[in-house]
């Protein structure tokens, strides 16, 4: 180990993002959540009806295919794979 790499500061653990417990949440905050993904990822895809997919996304955060994220350095929640 260099004396560089020995003095390099280590990141935050308060500015790292972590998964929010889904039961925490809302039936509206969870839909919410479903939409702005749906319109994210497939909305600027020439997909006629984005918004059709809600179903599918919802389903794979019920069975933890997607989880809700939360940064805390942005204060933004968005869904995304588990790590």
Partial sequence: MS???AHQPQPD???EKFIVD???LSEDQLNGLAEEYC???HGLNDTE???AERSRVLTAIRR???VVWFD???NTAGLGVPK
């Fill in 3 to 5: 004396d560089e790499t």
């Fill in 22 to 24: 889904k039961e925490l």
């Fill in 72 to 74: 805390p350095v942005d």
């Fill in 13 to 15: 653990p308060r500015e």
């Fill in 64 to 66: 933890g295919d997607l």
């Fill in 39 to 41: 319109t994210r990822y």
């Fill in 49 to 51: 009806s984005p918004l």
